[in-house]
Structures are given as C-alpha cells and as structure tokens.
C-alpha cells in the first residue's frame, strides 16, 4: 500500500475519530438518547480513542508509510480498531448531531483495512516471524473465540429459551456489539488458530492484527466499566474480568510477535542490492 496513503488515511480517520470522541466527551447532550450504560460506555471508549488509538495511528502510519513491516502490522490493526469502533457507533449510538461523523470514520476505516490486508506481503510477515510462539498463538486465538462465543451465548440463550428479551438490549432494538464479535471477531480468531497450526502465512499476518485489535478494543471495554463504575452502573465482573485478561493475554502476545521481529533473510539481501 503506498506510504502517502496510509499517511492520508491515517490523518482523514484521524480528524473524524477527534470530532466523534472529543464531542462524546464534552458535549453533554452527545449520548442524551441513549441509556445510561450505553451513555457510559462510549464515554470510557471515547476516552481511549483520545490517548491512545489516535496517537497509535498516527505514529504506526509514520513507521507503516516509511516501509517498516512492524509499523504496517500495528497500523493495521489499529485501523480495525477505527472499523470495529465505528460500525458500532454508526449501528448501534442513538441517532446524534455525530451520525454522519460515524458513517464517514466507519466507511474510511473499512476501505483503508481492506486495502492494507490485501496488499500485505503475508510470506514477508511468516518470514519474520520464523521464531515466534506459532502454538501458543494459536492456542490464545482458540481462547478468544471460544471465550466470546460462550459469553455472548450466555447472555442470550437462556433468556431466548425463556421468550423473554435479553438484559443487555435495554431499551435498543438489537445487540450490535454481540453481532459482530460473534459473526466477526470469533470466527476470525478460531480462523487464525487454524492457520497458525498450519503454519500458514496467513495466520501469522492475522494474529498480529488481532493482537493489536485485542489491546485497543481490550482497554476501551475496561475504560467502559471504569465509567459505568464512576456514574453508579453496575458492572458485569465475570465480563471485565474476561476482557482484562484478554487484553493482557493480548500484550503479551504481541511483545512475544512483533517485539522480536525480525528481518527475512531475503529481505535483507534485497535491500543490500
């Protein structure tokens, strides 16, 4: 993918994510039709999106754009962050004065991940990553989408059995968030633990995003709950218990890959040429 584009990109989704989280947090009537928990949430979300994810996107699109490999793959998976962030806004948030803002970063992030993930040089990535903890990695891929698979269910099966609707929809129509991490993020990391005992290339290149995406969207869930806790909502512990050690799980893995990264000896030789 060409460096001046991940560098405008970076910048477009970087400008829409300060004008969504930055009126969510200083704007009081942004959430003014959501509940309170929902209000909450994306407040604590909100929050990281500002110190965190804005700042990891920037810096990551500096290293990304000037060909670092280690930069492409934290950009990456930042940006789905972004895409993750922003489908939810854009399909769950109570219509707001932001909608448009959510539509625009959630439309910009989905382009921009695509583009990246289809260009990636998956041989380069497996090359680097030729001592990396494949097994481990792809028993922690098998822990987060079975994880998510049986939290969500327990969510939403008993009361499905009961005919009742679940406790989590208050007064929304759907639940969005469990949509996507039960079609998307399961299914993806259960795909990627495959690949991985394959020793597939494939498999490598996701894993990283994932770790990425764990450690973003993994703190924005605990920011979440710090919120809720602020504002008197109660919290669900076994819930945050399980995004913490995701997150940290997430950490670890990601030092484990990306911090011992290193150059292929083709591409070495390449750039001796």
Partial sequence: MNGKLILIASLLIAVLAIVAAGSGLLLKDTYMNDTASGAAQQRGNDLIVLVLCVPLLLVSAFFAAKGSLRGRLVWTGTVFFFLYTYASQSFLTAYNHLFLVYVAAFSLSLYTFAASVLTLDVGRIKASLAGAPANVAAAFMFFIGGIVLLMWLALIVPPLMNGE???ALETYTTLVIQALDMGVI???ALLTGYLLLKREAWGYALASLIFIKGITLGTGVLSMAAFMA????????????????????ALAMALAFLGKMKAPAAAVKAAAA
Avoid at 230 to 249: H, K, N, S, W, Y
């Fill in 165 to 167: 609707p679940p406790a």
């Fill in 186 to 188: 399961a299914p993806m």
């Fill in 230 to 249: 602020m504002d008197g909502i109660e919290i669900v512990i076994p819930q945050a218990i399980i995004f913490a050690v995701l997150t940290l799980g």
